[in-house]
């Protein structure tokens, strides 16, 4: 495939400049930098082409063919070295340090005709990089960032591709020229292997930027601190350690050595293109320690949002990186880089509502609800402004939002759905709440990443919020979501039309599934588990006292057998789904209540007897039952009534969560 050259413009136009006022008495130098496959030798090679178009001498040397002893690389150049006001180019210098003393020591003696280096590599100058290194020399460093996807397509422009492969191929090169130009060959001579998500799933393209951009890692561990960087979206040493045995500290000082390795305060990440190579090449390579890496890391996030001494801020980041780990389960319209955008999460921002930014969320809404919605999204802000977040670019605009509402609060589409859904599949009970979130923004490009914010919110919401019921998601393009919700155990409710866009809605049942269950869940389940369908989707939960105690009275005419115990409402109760997994829900029922009757055993031995007699034996007549009693049938009858209630009332707190009686 014939080499383009496209972008760098900037790093041109800088070049030009330094070409045109650097002479042998006011010398300059250009050091270039950035990861392997950004363009940096294409960069030097245009550059050294103009410079020869504009009548200066040119002198390239490729560093890595430079002999490995003291004084090669001075006896190279000055071999080469004749006209006054040569350009120099320096392909290929790994340590720019030394680079700068070299220079330093050596131009104003060695190089008297040279008037410009331009030296590429891929480690950045040091920060202290001084802005003259001898004989008035001045130093310019430029990194070279990622292609535009416009410039990605301008160098797609002479290919026969469908537009929707260019695009895939844009959104999976991530701006480096290495994978652009690995993609499009594929997509000319082997179209059935492009990958839809990443270039690291197709091994072939993987191994081949991997050699190009990957520095040859010392060992085994190396290799491992390197993946968890690559899986995570940010890395700490106790992430690190969670996934890696022994002392990592060594380790993660490896990883932020490295080219390709960048430092944020939340930890350490990798290129983009790296990232997906090193996690795709592992996911292919090694499947079980890939799930296995994947649930360490899951369950040390897990951790930490669950340490009650966590700040908000803080817990709420770590279940967008406990997210990230999941992104292979987001639809592909967002998981890929150019439109979810996950990069984009390091400078987002998000806070309470404030008043002043009401005209900002209302002005949102307007662009993605109809007139009826946003009027109950005003009620709502007016009514309860503390459940409403707003999230925010690196500029501080407010690009999306989240608002957090009960039941019934105000009226909508959405809530009338969620209404009705409950009224059938469990309504809640006195004291507990219906959370309902929707998110604003998503019709703007950072769509993708509003949603993310948004399951992040309902995550951390169901963490602080012990007595909910149910949690639902409001979402846009509902069939984009339905396989990446189910993954998470929230089902569709239904759909409805507003503004010209289809929103879905989807809950979760906590009594079915509590919170820790649900995470304990998220962190077992292997990454490529095969999609199931939600937890107690179409089962009914008993709603008030009356029925719970109703419920209890069936199960205990019916506890010796599992057939019509299996039928009992109680089964989908809170506290029988969580319970032991090893044993079926009907053992679960039947144990809880044999708990609570004998709990009365000490308490009232009548009241047991008479439990005990009557329903924990087998089934006898009643009749007979008193007669064996020795009192009148209304008195056991009476008795009986009470000793049930006492267990119902037992069982019925510790469904509230208050505890085994």
């Not at 809170?574 to 609570?596: C, K, N, W």
């Amino acid at each position: 495939m014939p080499s383009r050259f496209v972008g760098r413009a900037a790093e041109l136009e800088l070049f030009g400049t330094l070409l045109q006022t650097a002479t042998c008495a006011q010398p300059a130098a250009l050091v270039l930098h950035g990861v392997g496959g950004i363009g940096k030798s294409a960069l030097l090679s245009v550059a050294a082409k103009r410079a020869q178009l504009a009548g200066h001498p040119v002198l390239e040397v490729d560093l890595t063919s430079v002999e490995h002893r003291r004084g090669a690389l001075r006896e190279t150049i000055t071999r080469e070295l004749a006209d006054e006001g040569t350009v120099m180019f320096l392909d290929g210098w790994q340590q720019p340090g030394a680079l700068m003393t070299w220079l330093r020591q050596h131009w104003s003696t060695d190089l008297p005709g040279v008037a410009l280096v331009v030296a590429a590599g891929r480690l950045a100058p040091p920060p202290d990089l001084p802005r003259t290194i001898g004989w008035h020399a001045t130093v310019h460093a430029a990194l070279l960032p990622p292609l535009s996807a416009d410039e990605m397509r301008e160098y797609l422009a002479p290919e026969a591709l469908p537009e929707q492969v260019r695009e895939q191929i844009v959104a999976c090169s991530v701006g480096n020229p290495l994978a652009l130009t690995a993609l499009t060959h594929l997509a000319v001579t082997s179209p059935e292997r492009l990958p839809e998500r990443s270039i690291g799933d197709d091994p072939e393209s993987a191994r081949l930027v991997i050699d190009g951009i990957v520095e040859p890692v010392p060992g085994r561990r190396h290799r491992r601190a390197l993946q968890v960087a690559a899986h995570a979206r940010y890395t700490t040493e106790d992430l690190l350690a969670s996934a890696v045995d022994g002392d990592v500290h060594e380790l993660f000082e490896w990883l932020r050595r490295q080219p390709y390795i960048s430092s944020s305060r939340w930890g350490l990440y990798p290129d983009e293109l790296v990232r997906m190579v090193v996690d795709g090449d592992l996911r292919w390579r090694d499947r079980m320690a890939y799930s296995a890496m994947h649930r360490h890391l899951m369950a040390h996030l897990v951790a930490r949002i669950q340490q009650p001494y966590s700040d908000g801020p803080t817990r709420f980041r770590d279940s967008l990186d406990a997210m990230y780990l999941n992104r292979s389960r987001l639809p592909v319209q967002f998981a890929s880089a150019g439109q979810l955008e996950w990069g984009m999460l390091e400078n987002a921002t998000f806070r309470g509502f404030d008043p002043a930014d009401e005209a900002a969320v209302l002005a949102i809404a307007a662009r993605d609800e109809s007139a009826v919605q946003v009027a109950a999204l005003r009620a709502s802000l007016g009514d309860d402004p503390e459940r409403c977040t707003v999230f925010c670019d690196r500029d501080g605009a407010v690009f999306g939002f989240s608002l957090h509402v009960e039941r019934g609060s105000v009226t909508d589409t959405a809530l009338e759905l969620v209404q009705a859904h409950t009224q059938e599949y469990g309504p809640p009970r006195p004291g507990e709440r219906v959370g309902v979130l929707r998110i604003g923004g998503i019709r703007s490009r950072q769509a993708g990443l509003a949603v993310a914010l948004g399951v992040g919110t309902t995550a951390l919401h169901a963490l602080n919020s012990a007595q909910n019921s149910w949690d639902f998601l409001v979402v846009p393009s509902p069939e984009l979501w339905r396989d990446s919700l189910a993954y998470f155990d929230f089902h569709e409710v239904g759909t409805y039309d507003s503004a010209g866009q289809t929103f879905g809605v989807f809950g979760h049942d906590w009594r079915r599934l509590s919170v820790d269950k649900w995470l304990a869940k998220v962190v077992d389940q292997p990454w490529d588990a095969p999609l199931a369908e939600p937890t107690g989707v179409a089962s009914r939960v008993v709603a008030s006292e009356d029925e719970f105690v109703t419920a209890v009275r069936d199960a205990l005419h019916n506890l010796h057998s599992d057939r019509r115990l299996a039928l009992n409402p109680l089964v989908d109760s809170r506290i029988v789904r969580s319970g032991d997994p090893e044993f079926t829900p009907e053992r679960r029922l039947r144990a809880l209540i044999l708990g609570a009757a004998e709990s009365l055993r000490d308490e009232d031995p009548g009241l047991y007897r008479i439990l005990d007699r009557t329903y924990l034996r087998q089934n006898v007549p009643q009749q007979r039952v008193a007669e064996t009693l020795g009192i009148p049938f209304s008195t056991y009858r009476r008795h009986r009534n009470r000793a049930v209630e006492l267990v119902a009332q037992r069982l019925w707190r510790r469904e509230r969560g208050a505890g085994a009686p």
